[in-house]
């Protein structure tokens, strides 16, 4: 069969338990089209044939003796953030180049423990800290959509393995929009949950009080299952939250677009630099789920100004602390014959960070420094407190609230945006992880130039199965998530 990249999920869980085709099949075929296809996206980082051919054995193996579960022999791509034994994880840094992690992140460890084969690990901005995918190790990740623009960040590779058909489904992690804003620039679903929902247990930090892991794939449908998998409390993860987790599939059809209340903030809709084809498309889908029977609610986010600041600030303050432990010493490169450890220490870390991520450290640090800890640190956190009651005030009226995604579809590879300029593509995502909600993105259209739009939902806390209910009963009223880009539809 050389169509089974063009499979949802549920058609290849039923074509494997059916026996239309095996795992191995199935996997090889994936391999096949990574070999061809990936030399011109450069998604995966590693990829482990090996391993995931002896998992596509095991799983057929689990399958004929009756002990499947639904996906059990799917394959999927893990961003290199997720520790996996045995397997080269990076962050996408030179700081970890060689490091092989001694046990499984907890996702990765569910995702084997439910049957899924793992293609490889796939490429992000350096520690997750970037919104492009390009990076400055590994190299840039192009978006399938059009070889020559980014397929954003920081789950860049994620999200392209998934809009190439590299991969059916894959992980990817959410601090500051990292799932949601490449899934928009990519044309794929992709939902980042609420915080504590997915544990964080062997997933590299970058913002401890904000990362958090989600699915990435190209519906809703696609994207409960992986959900099934990923959701759940965790021992080993001190903020994973106990608490039941949903059943994402069979809750698909539970909430109904009709009478569901939609709030739109009047500040999104007017913020500088949104560009028009954005805003004209993202119009268009709440139209079509208002002509679906939700109605349209205009309301207030006053703190909307306040986003890319706090943000910024805490984000940079957590990472600096987490970093502190690639030292060269313990943790991370080291550098070629250190004259001291003074030297040790500061040529380790030059050489072993990026510029970005080399610049989120001196950030952070001077903001959490004796004498400006409580003008900017403390500060943020009361902003922080701010937004987030600004958000709960407004679900008081309306059950979602709709946003675009990202300001303008995926930027030119080596646009060299400045920092500010980029940190400013982030106003959309980054009050959702500063408060800790849930939130989606679907895709909704093209620009002129046939890159994807997305538009973003945002729930209220655990509101996880309504909003890829919804996401979902638009899907079944639409077909912008069928799309292909033009390499996702070459055979290899
Ligand atoms: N662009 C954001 C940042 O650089 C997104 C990070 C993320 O979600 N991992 O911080």
Not at 6 to 30: D, N, P, V
Not at 192 to 209: C, D, L, N
Not at 347 to 372: D, H, K, N, P
Request: aromatic letters at 8%; proline letters at 4%.
């Amino acid at each position: 069969m050389s169509d089974l990249h063009r499979l949802s999920i549920r058609e290849l869980s039923e074509g494997l338990a059916q026996a239309k085709f095996s795992s191995r099949e199935l996997t090889e075929h994936y391999l096949k089209r990574i070999a061809k296809i990936d030399t011109q996206v450069q998604s995966y980082i590693t990829v482990t044939a090996e391993q995931a051919l002896a998992q596509a054995d095991a799983a057929d193996a689990a399958i004929k003796a009756g002990h499947a579960t639904t996906l059990t022999g799917l394959p999927i791509a893990h961003k290199d953030i997720f520790c996996t034994q045995g397997i080269k994880t990076t962050a996408g840094s030179k700081m970890l180049d060689n490091f092989i992690s001694p046990y499984d992140a907890t996702v990765v460890a569910k995702g084997k423990a439910a049957g899924l084969v793992t293609l490889g690990k796939v490429n992000m901005d350096e520690f997750a800290m970037g919104s492009t995918s390009e990076n400055p190790h590994f190299g840039s990740t192009k978006n399938p959509w059009n070889l020559e623009h980014v397929p954003g960040g920081s789950s860049g590779g994620s999200a392209a393995v998934v809009a190439a058909d590299l991969a059916p489904f894959a992980t990817g992690t959410d601090t500051g929009g990292s799932i949601r804003q490449p899934a928009s620039f990519c044309g794929l679903t992709g939902l980042k949950p609420t915080y504590g929902r997915v544990s964080r247990f062997g997933m590299i930090a970058y913002a401890s009080s904000m990362d958090q892991g989600g699915p990435m794939a190209r519906s809703a449908e696609d994207c409960a299952y992986l959900m099934n998998v990923m959701a759940g409390h965790d021992a080993k993860d001190s903020t994973s939250v106990q608490k039941e987790v949903d059943d994402y599939v069979s809750n698909l059809n539970d909430t109904s677009v009709k009478g569901l209340r939609i709030g739109i903030p009047k500040q999104y809709f007017n913020v500088q630099g949104l560009d028009a084809d954005v805003k004209a498309r993202v119009e268009e889908s709440l139209k079509k789920l208002e002509e679906m029977g939700a109605i349209l609610v205009e309301i207030n986010l006053n703190m909307t100004e306040a986003y890319v600041p706090t943000y910024y600030l805490i984000a940079p303050a957590e990472a600096s602390s987490n970093l502190q432990r690639f030292d060269g010493v313990r943790y991370g490169y080291r550098c070629e014959n250190p004259v001291d450890l003074m030297d040790l220490y500061k040529r380790s870390r030059s050489e072993g960070f990026g510029t970005e991520v080399q610049r989120r450290i001196l950030i952070g640090t001077y903001a959490l420094s004796a004498g400006y800890y409580d003008a900017y640190y403390v500060k943020a956190q009361k902003v922080r407190r701010l937004i987030q009651q600004d958000f709960l005030k407004a679900f008081e009226n309306v059950d979602v609230i709709a946003a675009p995604s990202a300001p303008t579809t995926a930027y030119k590879i080596g646009a060299n945006l400045s920092p500010t300029e980029m940190y400013l593509g982030d106003i959309y995502t980054l009050a959702v992880n500063l408060a800790g909600l849930p939130a989606i993105n679907a895709p909704v259209g093209f620009d002129k130039n046939n890159l994807p739009i997305g538009l973003q939902l945002i729930g209220n806390y655990w509101s996880e199965s309504q909003l890829l209910s919804v996401v979902h009963q638009y899907q079944q009223a639409t077909d912008w998530h069928t799309k292909r880009a033009a390499i996702a539809e070459e055979n290899a």
